[in-house]
């Protein structure tokens, strides 16, 4: 029986279901995420300015440039990419 020296949150038991229920959620969306290839997106960007923003959004994501440079390019640059971000993510299952 607890007592007032006990010192176990009472609200660890909700918050173990939460972070079960959000890591499935989360692996539901990856496996959604992991089953669209490059030619699958590109299809859903049949327009070429998307299709080059898109390219311009790859090129930020994988230069070889750290983690801050790269976010520091994004925020940069959210303006003219972020509508790309926007199409593709809405168009995911």
């Known amino acids: 029986m607890p007592d007032d020296f ?25 496996a959604s995420l992991t089953s669209v290839n490059w030619d699958q997106i590109k299809k859903m960007l049949p327009s070429p300015m998307d299709q080059q923003q ?11 440039t750290d983690h801050n440079e790269k976010v520091a390019s994004l925020i940069e640059n959210i ?15």
């Open 6 to 30: 006990d010192s176990q949150n009472p609200f660890d038991d909700a918050a173990k279901k939460a972070a079960d229920d959000t890591n499935k959620q989360l692996a539901g969306a990856e």
């Open 54 to 64: 898109l390219d311009e959004l790859m090129k930020i994501a994988q230069a070889a």
């Open 79 to 93: 303006g003219s990419l972020g509508g790309i971000v926007v199409k593709v993510l809405s168009q995911l299952p």
